[in-house]
């Protein structure tokens, strides 16, 4: 398909260095991650990964099938036992032993996210500083779980709660963020001492694998395993499979769905991080300035491939124009271009030739249906698959711009006159993730924040995120959470047991 979104000139920041972002010799092996130790898949078909800011192939990854699956769960099954009786404390020490790895390596893992997603460095940077945190965080949380205290709660009986490892858990990790992504399973799987197969994404399997050389000899073999591959094959043989305990996806809806369906034949626990649409909630005694400045990251970090991006702005009509034009100005100060370009580059490509022909054709509809671009609308002339920084308005209601996730670097803006009409169409998505509400009415910002149906809302701020907090979505953005100590206990199954003491 050929959108016919308008081209944008002149926008893309290329490098001028021609040393290469990452050497291939330093490239993981494209392998399997099985038992500990890489190893060629049962198939002999392979995955080219593309750099989506040229447009040019890295290398090639084995494409794995069932028979790859069913080699790693064997031997996170083969690892469970003897992991899950680890103490908290032993866990622990890796968790913070992984951290520190990480950290020795946080350029090298940074370049190589940049390179398999086109991500700017100052965004690969923060996922890699993200991941490292993970794992310090959960190192701590794994030694501090708590629940109902033991006691007598039937006469002559004593209960105890224990808290136990789910067994082995099956993990499918998105494109957009593939090592932050996978740190956020990886980390409190391991805390709660489970064992893991993980499936990346086909399309950035890259840090993920390196993850798993860098860590290689600080888990005991058969406790973490990736094989690479496509969804329906992998993923879904993780989902049915009767010795995967639980599965966890991040990623689309229409995953969810598929993994949810697979996994209700053995009636297994499934974890599901999906979509979103975040709506911003500007109020007419907002802080304009404030709002649209910080749009300006929320809307447009990671070129928009965010899944709690601030994408669609209700704002009241008396300040419309005002934040409208606000908006613009900081949008259109955004630094769009390679991650070898400098520094200072704020927004990349999309993340493959096929989603950026799903964005661009999300903008010829928005604007067939009468939506206007007060900035960008298209794309950006040259090789890669950039797509320049895009404000709409006077979007009609109901638009498809403003119900559907489009996944890449578009705000929608719309007008309400009243906080109940804000409400109502605030929450008339399908998606429950994040929002945010802006105001400087104490009293409202409680009352608002309350009413909107997402797993996390802030007030006159938005995307902002703490390990400490958990990160979690309503209706169809899934449930389950990732983050904060609440991650520990889906990722465990608590036992009552109950011990008769009269004498």
């Not at 002559?156 to 858990?169: M, Q, T």
């Not at 305990?245 to 991040?250: N, P």
């Not at 206007?372 to 895009?390: N, Q, S, W």
């Not at 149906?453 to 979505?473: F, I, K, Q, R, Y």
Request: negative net charge; aromatic residues 6%; contains cysteine.
């Amino acid at each position: 398909m050929t959108s016919t979104a308008a081209t944008i000139s002149g926008a893309v920041r290329r490098a001028t260095d021609a040393a290469p972002i990452f050497a291939v010799e330093q490239l993981p092996p494209a392998q399997h991650f099985i038992g500990g130790q890489f190893r060629p898949g049962a198939g002999s078909e392979t995955q080219p990964l593309e750099n989506p800011a040229t447009g040019e192939i890295i290398c090639e990854v084995a494409q794995g099938v069932a028979e790859d699956a069913d080699a790693a769960i064997a031997a996170a099954v083969a690892a469970k036992e003897a992991w899950g009786r680890t103490l908290p404390k032993q866990r622990s020490e890796i968790l913070l032993a992984i951290a520190d790895r990480l950290a020795e390596n946080a350029g090298e893992l940074a370049r190589l996210e940049a390179l398999n997603t086109g991500k700017p460095m100052m965004v690969a940077e923060d996922d890699i500083n993200g991941s490292i945190d993970t794992f310090r965080f959960m190192a701590g949380a794994a030694r501090s779980t708590t629940s109902i205290a033991a006691g007598e709660y039937a006469e002559d009986h004593l209960s105890v709660i224990l808290r136990e490892p789910l067994g082995v858990i099956g993990v499918v990790t998105p494109w957009n963020y593939p090592l932050l992504m996978a740190a956020w399973k990886i980390a409190p799987i391991l805390a709660a001492g489970n064992t893991i197969v993980l499936k990346p994404s086909e399309q950035t399997p890259l840090t993920t694998l390196k993850f798993a050389e860098l860590t290689a000899d600080l888990l005991p073999a058969g406790v973490f395993n990736v094989v690479t591959g496509l969804g329906p094959v992998i993923g879904q043989r993780l989902a049915e499979h009767p010795q995967v305990d639980m599965i966890a996806l991040t990623g689309s809806v229409n995953s969810g769905r598929a993994v949810a369906r697979a996994a209700a034949e053995t009636v297994k626990r499934v974890h599901l991080e999906l979509g979103g649409k975040a709506p911003l909630v500007i109020f007419d005694d907002a802080d304009l300035s404030a709002a649209a400045e910080s749009l300006r990251a929320a809307g447009y970090w990671n070129s928009g491939q965010e899944c709690g991006a601030g994408t669609r702005v209700l704002v009241h009509e008396s300040v419309a124009e005002q934040f409208t034009q606000l908006l613009v100005e900081q949008v259109g100060s955004l630094v769009v271009g390679e991650p070898t370009a400098g520094a200072d580059v704020e927004m990349g490509p999309m993340i493959s030739k096929a989603h950026y022909e799903r964005v661009l054709a999300h903008l010829d509809r928005a604007q067939a249906d009468g939506a206007k671009a007060a900035l960008g609308g298209g794309a950006l002339e040259g090789p890669g698959y950039f797509i320049a920084p895009t404000v709409l308005v006077d979007v009609p209601a109901g638009a498809a711009c403003a119900q559907e996730e489009i996944f890449g670097p578009v705000v929608t803006v719309e007008t309400f006159s009243t906080e109940d009409e804000a409400l109502t169409r605030a929450n008339e998505v399908p998606y429950g993730l994040a929002a945010s509400v802006w105001t400087r009415d104490a009293q409202r910002s409680h009352d608002v924040a309350s009413r909107l149906d997402a797993g996390t809302v802030w007030v006159n701020s938005h995307l902002v995120l703490a390990n400490e907090m958990p990160w979690a979505g309503f209706k169809g953005s899934g449930y389950g959470r990732d983050l904060s100590a609440y991650a520990l206990d889906d990722y465990s199954r608590t036992k009552h047991v109950m011990h008769n003491k009269a004498r």
